[in-house]
């Protein structure tokens, strides 16, 4: 039988019992396990039974169920398994409901350029085994066990599931299903599709679990079904269709995706889903039909199961009700009970007789004693030798040559300048502790400082920057190392030492080959008890690094406290694993080793990678009764079984476990006491301790000291040590964490336990809280760092009622979390850095972690090499989980096995994860030994640079404290006259403005020589100004191409309509189609058109570039403008007629006439409308929620738009004005066609595809033509601020200008982006441009131009509202750098003649000037109405018909379709009246509704444009209450994960809104229409339509 099947068999019984139960009983059986725990039974009670050795199929097993890792210092643990294996079983029959992440194929291959150096790195390697296999153990059988019992075995945890091997890396999301090379099971190939609730690829149980599962899942889903809203579901959005990088030509898209959106489709979409459902087609997993709608209808049902507690009532939406829900007071949380601690006292320090006066006595009492040839260090080398030896003469004389050498070569000869006192850095590597030992003691000797550190390997290592600042902030000048290590350090081309990043500038110095001190030269007397023996670095949590000051005299009190608590005695032999430059290591082996003349055997960590067991040869072979290890390294002992036989520990007395403090200390410390008492280890020989960089140590465990409470073990409630309060738990219980002592306080000093927040007073006794100790043996301060100082090491503890506590001690914070048990003993069961607090629960990142060790961890990924951490997001600290996955390990399993950590946490800790990342191997940042750096690891997973492999966010489960939703009250409903009538009781003004009156602003006589109509207009011009040059247009070069009179413009006009007339037959009020480039050949024809009573219809012609797209296009609107005729130039025409076979209708171009050849002859008459009500002109354009719309403009309205133009820019036949933008549509197709025609003006025409060839064209030809007023969209002022920005000096040397322009005016149908025009100011500033020159229009499709900045404007003003009252419709204004403020910037002026009232789109009252609402305009150039295929539809009515129903109920006005509000400003008009600025917010048919609140997507997208540099663009827009943001990724595929999770909590901390869905994609694939508008719904279309072709898609739980 395998070795699977028992573990398949109870997994099957649990399965059973499980369904029987019902499901009321699973969830009141999780309620009760959901705290579960570490299971101690078997260490408790397994160590008599644990005395034999392993067999060799035993070891063989372990051997291939484990890898060694470097840094498994801490999270070795197997007690936490059980409890996982109990979590992840009542997750088992819930359905999969976790839709699978899609990432394009080529992500999963393509990596950074940087890690392939980094996975050859020999130090580095993927492999994290200490050896190799072989030297393990025995190469055994794989029978069973023999009944040894097992204590490092790794159970299963659930029978591994049966994956189906992929051809190669395919997608996992994509619709191509993989082919199955293992034989399909019998049921398999009954049931050869699998459901769809399941991902695709997912895993399948074997057997009978099949068929259960299968039977399960459906019916859930049946009732799923009857609960589901019947919508059209979607396409595949992760399908791999060919697309390019480059953002195909702007342009107005209708047909960008095939195939209908699905808003538009019909109902029976849903039958046939569930058609799919029940008859398990064929091709479902091929058409991609199930995808994209089944894993957000997954997610969407994880929505309806939110984990999370009640929200408060009457909540307010504000900064500090998000905190008080992040952190709500739990009524039944447990309160601490016992009464307030006393002061912990150890006994009385006695000093031993016969030891030395001082540390540096010790080295000369030693050194030229009878003994001075006693050895005091000896190096285990690589080859298992010792090889390098040091006696205690040899210290004596190379310590006293160094500091002979410091003092007088660097303080006499200028290499640097050293004085006693002065701090010097010690750079050795941690296999020289020789040398180290040397320059510590020669410092001391000479008065100096010495600042330990390690070894710079290169100019990124993590967290150098932070030991730069240590050096820098200590003064150090001068860095001592040894000859071979300068060599390794990085240098430059001319042999110096590298700077590196943040290090002051040091003098290196060679501690070897020294010239000796004369006969006569005189030790430096001591220096005061009270100055720096040495400096000591400690780590903050966010990766700061402090330098701790240790006195002469905490020195040697430490000493002295250290060798009474261990009882060290001369002679004694030690053995050393731990790092010599850092707390326990130099304490212990460098310090009191020598304070006591004892023999310390260094075992360097590069020889512990390839021989875990060679400490413990070495105190078999020197026959050591001290070891000084970590936990780590008992468990790596453990597995070196092959080495076990000659291993005997009788001689050891004192094993000390440095990381004794770690609550998962314990399982490496019971099994290797198990293992090893047979093999003389006795158990009071294991000693943990407590220590931190600022207390030195805080306790340690004695042997034979104590009595019946030497050594203590409590067994606790997990739950209750989450509200900071001790509780005992059940041995056997699931839920509990068993603790061991760390010994009891030491002698002489004093230990309290404070609260961990706020004002430091005395816990109770069963409560948890910081320990902080009190004594002589402690550090004395933060070298430079005042403030921290007193906060850390002059702590007073306070009573209850504030009064300090008896006796003037001050105390010293460890950093330590803890609490006293009985007879002193100090148990310890976290640290402050590792302190997470979640919604009011604190936990600590060394528990999570045994956690997620707990779940298969050797399966996917590496032991030790993970990452846990908080940050804060929205007021609440959410956990992060960070590891490196095996290189093995397939897309699929990484996902399968972050659902399941997901699982165990939230079961065993009751919090959720809210980031769990896999990066790949050797990716996360280490410490020099190897460690993970934490503090960098949260850096760059912050900062966007950890290029994770697979990412899992899941902020629906984790984030409890979003405002509460906006809720509609339906009951009392306010109607718009009530609201009308609070707005005038609270003196409220009601939102209305007006521009001039235009009645009497043209000259009479002006008005009778002046005809009414456009075309009119420009034949009185050509018969009166005939030779006045008006039309300009020049080319990339900035030369003029074409130049046109009034009477050639006539004259040209004339012959396109005689054209129209011969070739076209054409009849009054046809409609003919323009499809021109931009240039004077467009306006002839339009004008060509006007003479004859035709209705031009100016289309842009097809991009060569982009075909397709754009011809479809181009076809839409001719058809539906119902044109009768085309008139173009040749090179269009032949773009046309080039597309024409491919069409699907089949259909053919209307009649297309070609404008090169026009006909030399004058037209008999010109048309003259009868009525200003007759249509002149069509404007077609697609809106930005790519809707086509066409407007009707009348003649009256053309002429109308015109002279309010020219009265507010003051537009007379001697200005020149600069059009820099497209005159297909708009405000744009207005000042290229009607205004110069109209005003006489000559215009300068710029095309914008000329500014992308020459970006400086529109500014050169402002200054060269001494241009008062431009126009341009924003796509040129982006082109012009992007490509311009490092030429300024170079167009000021040629000459360009523009002091000269008085308004420089940007035409748009949007919210003025302030950042753009802003730039775009200051940068051209140097040029002489005015910023008050800039400003915005406004226009939109009912009314081409609403707002526009004239000539004597008032300047742009701008606001900042709040971003949280918009939405909920109020305009709330706040001051500029408010928290939450959003700068707004008016667009522009209302033209003369125009009147607009601000009103509620639903109930259409007025509003008042504190609320948002819809922009309603009236005026004379208001469209006539749309145009459209139907005729006069509804809408139409609606949008240019609209009526108040409160207010002046009779007028009538133009739904704009945007947001916006109304200010009264301070300025002043030009007629003296107060200025009323219109600021526009939002289209209302792009706002995003979610939890009843108004999105408007620029604001969201300028969040999500900020939070990384490598996000080009991005768009939003929501679909089935999700929000989906799609971003372009300017960079490489591996760096598309890293955006999902700042994407996430950028959103989710602006503007309190969970994102559903990312989308990584291309450069490009944004639609932006002409405008440089982006087209969100045509985005929206073609994700569901699978048309993105993404990177990477995600779905946040």
């Not at 100019?459 to 902030?473: K, N, V």
């Not at 997470?836 to 050797?858: C, F, Y």
């Amino acid at each position: 039988m395998s070795p699977r099947d028992p573990s398949q068999a109870s997994h099957h019984a649990a399965l059973h019992a499980h369904q029987q139960s019902g499901g009321a009983s699973s969830r009141c059986r999780r309620s009760e396990h959901r705290s579960v725990t570490t299971h101690e039974r078997r260490y408790l009670s397994g160590a008599p039974q644990a005395g034999g050795a392993a067999s060799p199929s035993t070891r063989s097993r372990r051997r291939a169920q484990r890898r060694l890792t470097r840094n498994e210092s801490r999270y070795h643990s197997e007690v936490r398994q059980e409890a996982v294996k109990e979590a992840l079983a009542q997750y088992q029959s819930r359905p999969k409901n976790l839709p699978l992440p899609s990432k394009r194929s080529s992500v999963m291959t393509a990596r950074s350029p940087d890690r392939h150096h980094r996975d050859s790195d020999s130090e580095d390697s993927d492999e994290d085994s200490v050896t190799a296999e072989g030297s393990l153990g025995s190469s055994g059988g794989h029978s069973g066990s023999q009944g040894t019992p097992e204590v490092t075995r790794t159970p299963l945890l659930l029978p591994p599931p049966q994956v189906p091997s992929h051809s190669g890396m395919g997608t996992p999301g994509s619709s191509s299903g993989s082919s199955h090379h293992t034989p399909p099971h019998p049921m398999q190939q009954k049931q050869q599709q699998p459901l769809p609730p399941i991902p695709p690829h997912s895993n399948r149980l074997s057997n009978g679990e099949d068929d259960e599962r299968t039977r399960r899942e459906l019916s859930e889903m049946t009732d799923l079904m009857r609960n589901i809203t019947s919508f059209p579901q979607p396409p595949d959005v992760t399908n791999n269709t060919g697309g390019g990088n480059n953002r195909p030509p702007r342009d107005d898209r209708i047909t960008r995706y095939s195939g209908l959106a699905p808003g538009r489709q019909s109902s029976s979409d849903s039958d046939g889903w569930r058609d799919a459902l029940y008859n398990f087609p064929e091709n479902w997993r091929g058409t991609g039909r199930w995808k994209v709608s089944n894993k957000i209808q997954q997610l969407l049902n994880t929505l309806k199961r939110p984990k999370r507690r009640p929200l408060p009532e009457f909540y307010l939406d504000d900064e500090e009700d998000l905190e008080i829900a992040a952190n709500p007071k739990d009524p039944n949380a447990p309160k601490p009970e016992g009464m307030v601690m006393t002061p912990a006292r150890g006994e009385q320090l006695v000093i031993p007789a016969g030891l030395p006066r001082s540390v540096e006595d010790a080295v000369y009492r030693y050194g030229s004693s009878s003994g001075y040839k006693a050895p005091v260090a000896t190096i285990l080398d690589a080859n298992g030798k010792l090889s390098v030896s040091l006696t205690y003469g040899k210290l004596l004389s190379r310590s006293q040559k160094m500091a002979y050498n410091l003092l007088t070569r660097l303080g006499g000869r200028g290499e640097g300048n050293v004085m006693p006192g002065d701090r010097v850095a010690l750079v050795y590597p941690n296999n020289d502790p020789v040398s180290f030992m040397c320059a510590f003691y020669a410092c001391l000797q000479a008065g100096l400082v010495p600042v330990p550190i390690e070894v710079p390997l290169s100019r990124r290592d993590a967290g150098s920057q932070q030991i730069g600042f240590l050096l820098g902030s200590c003064g150090v000048s001068v860095a001592l190392t040894s000859e071979a290590c300068f060599k390794g350090i990085p240098k430059t081309s001319a042999g110096e030492v590298v700077s590196f990043k943040g290090w002051p500038k040091l003098t290196w110095f060679i501690t070897d080959h020294l010239p000796k001190p004369p006969k006569d030269w005189q030790i430096p007397p001591r220096h005061s008890d009270d100055s720096a023996a040495y400096i000591e670095y400690s780590t903050d949590k966010d990766g700061s690094v402090k330098g701790v000051v240790v006195t002469r005299s905490a020195m040697l009190a430490h000493c002295r406290t250290l060798t009474s608590a261990c009882n060290y005695t001369e002679g004694e032999v030690a053995v050393c694993v731990l790092d010599f430059k850092r707390e326990v290591g130099l304490w212990h082996s460098m310090l009191c080793s020598v304070f006591n003349g004892m023999h310390v055997i260094f075992i360097p960590y590069s020889v512990m990678k390839v021989n875990p067991a060679s400490w413990m040869q070495m105190i078999t072979r020197f026959k050591a009764s001290i070891a000084i290890v970590k936990s780590r390294d008992l468990h790596w002992g453990l597995l070196a079984t092959k080495d076990h036989k000659d291993v005997s520990l009788q001689s050891l007395r004192l094993l000390l476990v440095a990381d004794g403090a770690n609550p998962w200390s314990l399982s490496s410390c019971d099994q290797f006491l198990a293992v090893f008492q047979s093999k003389g280890l006795r158990p009071d020989a294991i000693c943990p301790c407590a220590s931190s960089p600022e207390a030195l140590t805080v306790s340690v465990r004695r042997p034979g000291h104590g009595g019946a409470n030497a050594v203590g073990r409590g067994v606790l409630s997990m739950q209750g040590l989450s509200f900071g309060v001790v509780r005992v738990d059940q041995e056997n219980s699931l839920t509990s964490l068993t603790l061991q002592d760390c010994g009891q306080v030491l002698p002489g000093a004093m230990i309290v336990v404070i609260k961990l927040e706020g004002v430091p007073f005395l816990c109770r006794t069963d409560e948890v809280g910081e320990i902080c100790v009190a004594g002589g043996a402690v550090g004395d301060q933060y070298w430079g760092l005042q403030g921290m100082t007193n906060n850390t090491f002059k702590v007073q503890p306070l009573l209850l009622d504030s009064t300090p506590m008896n006796g003037t001690s001050t105390y010293v914070r460890t950093g330590l979390l803890g609490f006293l048990g009985p007879g002193g003993l100090v148990f310890v069961c976290g640290s402050r850095d590792g302190l997470m607090t979640v919604t009011g629960r604190k936990h600590n990142t060394d528990d999570i972690i045994a956690t997620v060790l707990a779940v298969e961890p050797m399966k996917f990924i590496y032991r030790g090499r993970i990452a846990v951490f908080s940050h804060k997001v929205l007021r609440d600290e959410r956990i992060c989980v960070i590891a490196e996955q095996r290189p093995d390990c397939s897309e699929e399993e990484s996902f399968q096995w972050m659902s399941r950590v997901l699982q165990a946490v939230d079961s065993i800790h009751q919090v959720g994860i809210y980031c769990l990342a896999l990066v790949p191997p050797n990716h996360l940042p280490k410490t020099p030994l190897g460690g993970i750096h934490l503090s960098e690891t949260r850096k760059k997973f912050l900062e966007g640079s950890l290029h994770p492999a697979n990412v899992l966010m899941c902020p629906h489960t984790c984030v409890t404290n979003l405002p509460k939703p906006r809720e509609v009250h339906h009951g009392n409903y306010v109607g718009p006259a009530s609201v009308m009538v609070g707005n005038l009781v609270q003196g409220n003004r009601l939102a209305s403005a007006q521009g001039r009156d235009m009645g009497l602003m043209d000259d009479e006589d002006g008005m009778r020589r002046h005809p009414q109509f456009i075309a009119d207009i420009l034949k009185w011009r050509a018969s009166t100004t005939e030779n006045h040059e008006i039309l300009t247009l020049l080319n990339s070069k900035g030369q003029v191409a074409t130049s046109l009179t009034c009477a050639q413009l006539h004259k040209k006009a004339e012959r396109v309509g005689c054209l129209l007339l011969e070739k076209g037959h054409i009849n009054t009020g046809d409609h003919v189609a323009l499809i021109y480039p931009p240039g004077v050949d467009l306006i002839a024809a339009f004008y060509g058109c006007l003479y004859v009573g035709a209705v031009p219809v100016t289309i842009r012609p097809p991009h060569p570039q982009n075909l397709q797209s754009t011809v479809n296009t181009v076809r839409t609107v001719v058809d539906v403008s119902k044109s009768s005729i085309i008139l173009s130039t040749l090179t269009v025409i032949k773009l046309l007629k080039s597309k024409e076979e491919k069409f699907d209708s089949g259909k053919k171009w209307a009649p297309i006439l070609d404008t090169d050849d026009l006909p030399k002859k004058r037209l008999p008459s010109i048309y003259k409308a009868p009525t200003p009500e007759m249509i002149a002109y069509l404007d077609f354009s697609v809106s930005t929620t790519g809707m086509l719309a066409g407007i009707k403009m009348s003649h009256g309205a053309a002429t109308s738009l015109c002279l309010s133009m020219k009265v507010a820019c003051e537009l007379y036949p001697s200005r020149v004005v600069a059009l820099c933008l497209d005159p297909y549509c708009g405000l744009g197709l207005a000042l290229w066609v009607l205004s110069s025609v109209y005003s006489g003006h000559q215009s300068i025409l710029i095309p914008p595809g000329e500014v992308e060839l020459n970006p400086s064209l529109w500014l050169s030809a402002v200054s060269q033509y001494k241009v008062r007023d431009t126009f341009c969209s924003y796509g040129v002022m982006e082109l012009c601020t992007k490509g311009l920005g490092s030429s300024i000096t170079a167009l000021k040397q040629r000459g360009v200008n523009l002091s000269c322009v008085r308004t420089c005016v940007v035409v748009a149908e949007e919210r003025p982006r302030v950042q753009l025009t802003s730039s775009f100011s200051k940068l051209f500033s140097g040029l002489g441009l005015s910023p008050r020159a800039v400003s915005t229009s406004f226009g939109c499709r009912v009314n081409v131009a609403i707002c526009l900045q004239g000539a004597s404007s008032p300047d742009p003003t701008t606001v900042f509202v709040d971003l949280r009252s918009l939405r909920h419709d109020r305009v709330t204004l706040v001051e500029r750098g408010a928290p939450h403020s959003l700068c707004l910037m008016e667009s522009g002026k209302l033209l003369p003649g125009v009147k607009v009232v601000i009103a509620n789109p639903d109930t259409k009252g007025q509003c008042s000037d504190s609320h948002l609402g819809e922009i309603w305009v009236q005026c004379n150039h208001n469209a006539s109405g749309y145009f459209t295929v139907y005729g006069d539809d509804g809408t139409s009515n609606d949008h240019f018909n609209a009526q108040l129903v409160t207010g002046s109920t009779g007028e009538v006005y133009a739904r704009t379709g945007y947001l916006g509000f109304l200010r009264r400003t301070e300025s002043v008009q030009a007629d003296g009246e107060l200025h009323d600025a219109v600021f526009v917010v939002g289209a209302l048919d792009e706002t995003v509704i979610l939890r009843g609140m108004r999105y408007h997507p620029i604001d969201i997208e300028m969040t999500v444009m900020r939070c990384h540099k490598k996000i080009s663009e991005c768009a939003v827009f929501s679909w089935t209450n999700l929000l989906v943001v799609v971003v372009e990724l300017d960079g490489a595929e591996y760096e598309a994960l890293d955006l999902v999770p700042l994407i996430t909590s950028s959103v989710l901390e602006e503007h309190q809104v969970i994102v559903g869905v990312i989308v990584v994609v291309d450069p490009g694939v944004v639609p932006i229409n002409s405008r440089g508008e982006k087209q969100r719904m045509h985005l929206r279309d073609g994700f569901l339509a699978d048309q993105l072709d993404p990177i990477y898609v995600a779905y946040n739980m």
